[in-house]
């Protein structure tokens, strides 16, 4: 057991059987059928951070799922490491397309994983991703490594909006105190080619409601007379992008940091293979804002996409019938420097003053959060490259991600630390989507670099 590398391949069986038994229960956090399940994770998780070595274990119960939080206080004196990581999955819809059944996890070799990879929901989104930083604590506490104290947070409801951990960490400011908050919950470029994210974009997500005429009527008997709000849906969303593929909400673009050339031409500089992109999608092309190429409009650009439209008749076969009601849930995904709830503001004016006269839209607001950027001379950024750089032989390059993770700007403002996101997923393990998988390499990996980061931030914080 003298080191990680030597730990790991002795361990890696059990690591690999412990993560698949915490992804055979489905902690889907946005369904109340899986109520108990996710409660039951949480009971699970705990367990495991008192077994890797924490002193103290709780569960921390909230008005929605309980956040487990651990702690190994080696000495107040030397610096503290928070980790977060999340518990929850996503749904596992659309079930029909898994391959294999969602929360019965199995190893499968596949062309960019050839050491195989764990189909699951939540393999690699976060439980396979989060229970790294587990065994890698594991390790430093059975090797007597450990460098400095460490504080786990793992919370049931990052899918959903994490409402409840705002509360959580407004009201234990000291409790949560730490020189550095370690995530490993985003991806990088590739095996053979690590980076670090250093930003992740905001988002803004509503739901909107177009009421037409007070009951589902007959198609031909009242077509053409009255406003059909499927119709009236379609053509509202249409509107929200002009022919450049800009959104057209006034004031949306107001706040938006624009990169220097020079800004751009660093990011371009990240290996891309336009073609690769589409062949992995089977796209026939791309399509975005004018102006940008994809990785920008991706990340450093906001967007406005709708996640879901119904309404009226879906079932078998047709029915003729202007339906009463349509609806929309929208997401718009935000930049440094725009304010969610003033965009969900923004949003709500216009939708609601382009509704025809004829209809009645009403706009709910779900949740949203900042987005958030991270420089690249921190002690933190330089461990995380310096730990990268040695478990894969290259430096890792920094990329603004275009995902989000709402809690890391409210991390920054409640605990003034800033976030390192050391993500080991790539973007084809499918999170959110049927056959989700993470890389046993990348799994292995992970838990061999995080003590590193470790070993590196204690020494720069000299
Ligand atoms: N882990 C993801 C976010 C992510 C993935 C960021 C890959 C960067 C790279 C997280 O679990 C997630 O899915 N977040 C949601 C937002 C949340 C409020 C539901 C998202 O980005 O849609
Ligand atoms: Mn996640
Ligand atoms: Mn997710």
Not at 270 to 289: C, H, I, Q, R
């Amino acid at each position: 057991m003298d080191n990680i590398k030597s730990y790991v391949q002795q361990h890696k069986d059990r690591f690999i059987n412990e993560l698949i038994e915490l992804l055979k229960i489905p902690s889907v956090s946005a369904d109340t059928a899986y109520c108990q399940d996710v409660i039951d994770t949480a009971a699970a998780v705990k367990i495991s951070l008192e077994k890797a070595g924490c002193d103290t274990v709780e569960i921390c119960e909230t008005a929605g799922y309980p956040i487990v939080y651990g702690e190994k206080i080696i000495d107040p004196s030397l610096p503290t490491v928070l980790v977060y990581g999340h518990y929850d999955v996503q749904p596992p819809d659309p079930i029909e397309l898994w391959t294999s059944p969602p929360f019965e996890p199995i190893i499968k070799k596949t062309e960019i994983h050839p050491d195989g990879a764990i189909f699951a929901r939540g393999a690699c989104d976060d439980k396979g991703q989060m229970y790294m930083h587990v065994k890698a604590f594991e390790y430093m506490i059975q090797s007597n490594t450990l460098p400095c104290n460490v504080k786990f947070m793992i919370e049931g409801e990052e899918e959903v909006g994490s409402v409840n951990l705002k509360i959580f960490v407004e009201n234990n400011v000291e409790k949560l105190k730490n020189d550095v908050i370690l995530i490993s919950d985003t991806g990088m470029i590739s095996n053979q080619q690590p980076s670090i994210t250093t930003g992740l974009r905001g988002l803004s997500y509503v739901e909107v409601e177009v009421t037409g005429p007070n009951r589902d009527l007959h198609s031909g008997l009242y077509g053409g007379a009255v406003a059909n709000p499927i119709n009236i849906l379609a053509k509202m969303i249409a509107s929200l992008h002009d022919e450049n593929n800009q959104i057209t909400i006034p004031g949306f673009y107001d706040n938006v940091e624009e990169l220097s050339l020079e800004e751009r031409a660093e990011m371009a500089k990240a290996p891309f293979n336009l073609n690769n992109y589409k062949k992995a999608l089977d796209l026939n092309d791309v399509y975005g804002e004018s102006g940008y190429v994809t990785n920008e409009r991706n990340s450093i650009r906001p967007t406005l996409d709708v996640n879901g439209i119904w309404g009226g008749y879906t079932g078998e076969g047709a029915k003729t019938v202007i339906a009463s009601k349509a609806f929309a849930k929208i997401s718009m995904r935000l930049v440094p420097n725009q304010e969610w709830e003033h965009i969900t503001e923004l949003f709500t004016n216009h939708f609601t003053s382009i509704a025809p006269a004829g209809v009645t839209v009403k706009v709910k607001p779900h949740h949203g959060g900042q987005g958030y950027v991270t420089p690249i001379d921190s002690i933190g950024y330089k461990a995380a490259n310096m730990a990268y750089t040695e478990t894969f032989g290259v430096p890792a390059i920094p990329v603004r991600s275009g995902g989000s993770i709402p809690i890391v700007a409210l991390f920054e403002k409640e605990l003034k630390s800033k976030t390192i996101l050391m993500g080991f997923g790539l973007d084809s393990d499918a999170i959110h989507s049927p056959n989700e998988h993470f890389g046993i390499f990348n799994y292995l990996k992970g838990i061999e670099t995080i003590p590193l980061f470790y070993k590196y931030f204690v020494e720069l914080s000299k």
